[in-house]
C-alpha cells in the first residue's frame, strides 16, 4: 500500500525559530511537493522536487527552503518562522508521466 | 497559466440525494485532471483521474466525473450520496511540458444532512 508520511500531525513554535518538516515516501517516485492549505485558497505550491538533489519554486516560496538528499525523503523548512506562517502542511509524491498524486496527512503548524 | 475554478464554495444535500460539484478549468491544451477528497483533518485522496480516451470516467466511492471539452468542465457526480462523503473536494490540473505543473481549485466543502 502507498504511503506517505510526515513527521508531526500537529506542532507549536515560537516566532524566529527555525522549524523542520520531513515528508517520506515508500514508492519510489521521482517528483515530491509541499504544500500549505489555507481555508478559502485551497492548496498552494510552496516547493517541488522533481529528483534527488533537484528543486523548482512553487507560487509561494518566500520564508521557505527545502531539502532533498534521499529520494524517499523531502524536507520543508521554515528559517524563521512567523505567525503568517501558521497552516496545514501538505507533502504529496507522484510517478511520472503526471499520475496523481498521494498525500501525506499534513502537518497543522502554528507559529506563536 | 492554468487555473481552476471550483465556484461553489460550501453544498449542502440531503442523504440519498444526487451530487453535482463544479470544476472549471483554463488551459490551451487537454490537461490531465483529477478530483481528490479531504475528510477533516486528513490529507487528500485520489477519487477519480482523467488523462485520455472516455469523457466519463469511474472512480472510487462510486464517483463518477464527466470531462466536456467545449466546456471547460471537469464535473463530479454521485447518484445519491451517503453521509460519510461530508468533506471536501478538490478539482485539480496537471499540464504536459515542465514539469507538470499541479493546480488545484479552492475547494468545495460538502454537508450531508438526514
Redesign the interface.
Known sequence: DVKVTQSSRYLVKRTGEKVFLECVQDMDHENMFWYRQDPGLGLRLIYFSYDVKMKEKGDIPEGYSVSREKKERFSLILESASTNQTSMYLCASRRLPPYEQYFGPGTRLTVT | AQSVTQPD?HITVSEGASLELRCNYSYGATP?L?W?VQSP??????LL?YFSGDTLVQGIKGFEAEFKRSQSSFNLRKPSVHWSDAAEY?CAV?V?GG????T????TKLQVIP
Open positions: 464554495i490531465y483529477f481528490y483533518g486528513q490529507g487528500l485522496q485520489l483521474k478538490f496537471a504536459s514539469y507538470q505543473k499541479v488545484f481549485g479552492t475547494g
